[in-house]
C-alpha cells in the first residue's frame, strides 16, 4: 500500500519532467520580412533577467518521531546509505511551511514556490503528498496570495497526533524581466487553532501484567519481582505510561499539547548589500506560540511558559565574510504544581523530568491513587519529598528530557550552478524525548522511545559571488529582415522514371474507356444449329 502511495506523485513528477522539453521544443512564430522601406523594424530577442538566486526556509509546528534513529536511510548512489545519519521508523509532522525560491530550475514555473501543508507522514522515510495542501508558483506572478483551511478528520493517527482546524497562507513571485528582484520571493504560513501529540506511547507494551517480560539487568529476581507487581497496580499500561495518558482520540491527558494558537511563517526574500547595488539571498523563519503543556488535565501538569521566541535568520552575500546566520534563541521556563523546575535556554538546554513506579511497601502513602509519580508531584498533588519521607520507595523507569536551543550550521563556497558561497542552518524551539531507563528491563528496546519536536525550522540561502545582479540582459538589437533568395533552376530529367507516373495514370484511362465502349456495343447471337 505504501509503495502504491509514494508511486503515484514519483509518477506526477516524472510526467512533468517528460512535458517539460516537450512544451520547449514548440515552433516559434517567424519574424514576418519588411514589406515598405518605411515600416519600423522588427522586434529584437526579449531581455533576459540577470538575477541568480537560490534559498528555501521551513517550519513545522510539531513532528513526532517514533523509535529515532532506527530505520537505515536509502539512497540513490551505492553505499551512500551507510554514511548517512539513520531515519526514525515513523514521523507525523503538522503545520508545514516551506518556501523556496531557484532561478536555476529546469522547469520555468519552479522559480518560486510557496507551500502551506496541514501535515505530512513518512515511513522509513517515504513520505506520500498529503492532501489539503496549498501551493502556489511562479511564474506567472501572483499579485494576491491564496489562502485556505482545512478541519482534519479522524484517523488512527490520533494516538499519535490530533490537531484543530488549521489555515495556511501562499504567496510567490517571480519576475518575466527582472527574475527574483521583486523583494519578498515565496512567502508560506500556516496557523493551527490546537495539538495534542502522543495520547499513547505504541513503542510500549499496553498490558499491566510484564511477568515474564520484565528483566531489569541492574536488579536482582526480587527487585524485578517487586517492579511488576507495582506495574500491576497501575491503572494502565507502559504505552499510556501507567494510565495518565488518555489514550486515542483524548483531548486529556496528551504527553504534549498546545491549548492556543501557534502558527509558523517562512520567506525567502532579497535584501539589500550594504555599499553595494546588488542584493543577498535571505531566509528567515518565524515561530509564535504563547505556552507549552505537559500532561494537561492530570494531576501531573507541566507548564512550560515561551518567554523569548525563536527566529532563524541566513544571509547569503555570496561572500563568506559578510553571509551570516542569526538565530535568537528561545527562553522557557518549566513550571509544574506551581513551582518552577527550572529554565531552559542556550545556557541550561536540557532538562529531565523523572517518571517513576511506586514500589509496594508497608507504609501507606497518601495520594498514589494508582498512578505512577512524575517530576516532583504525586497523583493527589502532595509534593515528592514529603512522600519519601513518609516511607514511599519509588523505581525511575523513564525520562521526559526537554531541550532546546539545537542550532545547527554549516556553509561552503561553491561553483555550481554558479560561483558564490551558500549558507544554511537547522534549530528546533522545544524537543521532548522519552527516554527509557536501565531500570526499565523489557528486551530490544531503543535509545529513545518517542520524540516531538516543536518547531523546527530550515533555512538555507546561496547567492552569486558579489550579490544578486537586479537587471536585464540578453540581445537588444533589431533583428535584419530576411534576404529575398532565387529562385532555383527546375531540375533536370535524368531517369525514365520522371514519365513512370503520367504513363500509368494515362494507361488507367484508356482501359476504363475501352471497357465502357465494349459494354455499349449489341450483343450478336449466334445462329442455332440444325
Not at 185 to 201: G, M, Q, V, Y
Not at 342 to 354: E, Y
Amino acid at each position: 500500500m505504501w509503495r502504491r502511495l509514494v508511486a503515484l506523485p514519483v509518477v506526477a513528477s516524472v510526467l512533468v519532467l517528460v512535458a517539460g522539453p516537450a512544451g520547449a521544443q514548440v515552433p516559434t512564430t517567424p519574424v514576418p520580412p519588411v514589406k515598405s522601406p518605411g515600416a519600423p523594424p522588427p522586434s529584437g530577442a526579449p531581455k533576459q533577467p540577470l538575477g541568480r538566486a537560490v534559498g528555501d526556509a521551513g517550519t513545522g509546528l510539531a513532528v513526532v518521531r517514533l523509535l529515532p534513529n532506527s530505520a537505515p536511510t536509502r539512497s540513490i548512489i551505492p553505499g551512500a546509505g551507510d554514511k548517512l545519519p539513520r531515519q526514525s521508523a515513523v514521523e507525523v509532522g503538522f503545520g508545514l511551511a516551506s518556501a523556496q525560491a531557484n532561478s536555476e530550475s529546469y522547469l520555468g514555473f519552479e522559480h518560486a514556490i510557496a507551500q502551506a501543508s496541514p501535515g505530512g507522514v513518512a515511513v522509513q522515510g517515504a513520505s506520500p503528498q498529503t492532501p489539503g495542501a496549498l501551493a502556489q508558483t511562479a511564474p506567472p506572478n501572483n499579485a494576491q496570495p491564496m489562502s485556505g483551511g482545512i478541519n482534519l478528520p479522524s484517523t488512527p493517527l490520533d494516538t499519535l497526533v490530533k490537531a484543530g482546524l488549521l489555515n495556511g497562507r501562499v504567496q510567490s513571485q517571480w519576475s518575466d524581466t527582472l527574475g527574483p528582484c521583486v523583494g519578498t520571493i515565496a512567502d508560506s504560513s500556516t496557523e493551527l487553532a490546537s495539538l495534542s501529540a502522543l495520547n499513547a506511547i505504541p513503542t510500549l507494551p499496553s498490558v499491566t501484567d510484564l511477568t515474564g517480560v520484565f528483566d531489569a539487568p541492574n536488579l536482582d529476581p526480587q527487585a524485578d519481582q517487586a517492579v511488576i507487581d507495582g506495574l500491576k497496580g497501575l491503572t494502565g499500561g507502559l504505552n499510556t505510561l501507567g494510565g495518565v495518558l488518555g489514550g486515542q482520540g483524548s483531548t486529556k491527558g496528551s504527553l504534549l499539547s498546545l491549548p492556543n494558537t501557534l502558527s509558523a511563517r517562512s520567506t525567502v526574500r532579497l535584501v539589500d548589500i550594504p555599499g553595494s547595488g546588488n542584493k543577498a539571498v535571505q531566509s528567515i523563519s518565524t515561530l509564535q506560540v504563547a505556552a507549552v503543556k505537559l500532561l494537561a488535565g492530570t494531576p501531573f501538569e507541566v507548564s512550560i511558559n515561551v518567554v523569548s521566541l525563536p527566529t532563524l535568520t541566513v544571509t547569503s552575500t555570496g561572500d563568506k565574510a559578510t553571509s551570516s546566520v542569526q538565530y535568537t534563541a528561545p527562553v522557557l521556563e518549566v513550571v509544574q504544581g506551581g513551582k518552577s523546575l527550572g529554565k531552559l535556554d542556550a545556557a541550561n538546554p536540557k532538562l529531565d523530568v523523572p517518571i517513576g513506579i511506586p514500589l509496594p511497601t508497608g507504609a501507606a502513602v497518601p495520594g498514589l491513587d494508582k498512578l505512577p509519580v512524575i517530576g516532583g508531584l504525586l497523583a493527589g498533588g502532595q509534593g515528592l519529598p514529603d512522600a519519601l519521607s513518609q516511607g514511599l520507595k519509588k523505581l525511575d523507569v523513564g525520562v521526559l528530557r526537554l531541550s532546546v536551543a539545537g542550532l545547527n550550521q554549516q556553509g561552503e563556497d561553491s561553483t555550481q550552478p554558479f560561483r558564490g558561497y551558500q549558507l544554511g542552518a537547522t534549530a528546533r524551539l522545544l524537543d521532548l524525548q522519552v527516554l527509557p531507563t536501565d531500570a526499565l528491563g523489557l528486551p530490544n528496546l531503543p535509545s529513545a522511545l518517542a520524540q516531538v519536536s516543536l518547531g523546527e525550522q530550515v533555512a538555507r540561502a546561496f547567492a552569486p559571488a558579489g550579490g544578486v545582479v537586479c537587471g536585464t540582459g540578453g540581445s537588444t538589437q533589431p533583428q535584419a529582415p530576411p534576404v529575398p533568395q532565387p529562385m532555383a533552376p527546375p531540375l533536370a530529367y535524368t531517369n525514365a522514371a520522371y514519365h513512370s507516373v503520367p504513363l500509368f495514370w494515362s494507361g488507367t484511362a484508356m482501359l476504363l474507356i475501352g471497357v465502357v465502349i465494349v459494354a455499349a456495343l449489341p450483343t450478336r447471337r449466334r445462329p442455332q444449329p440444325k
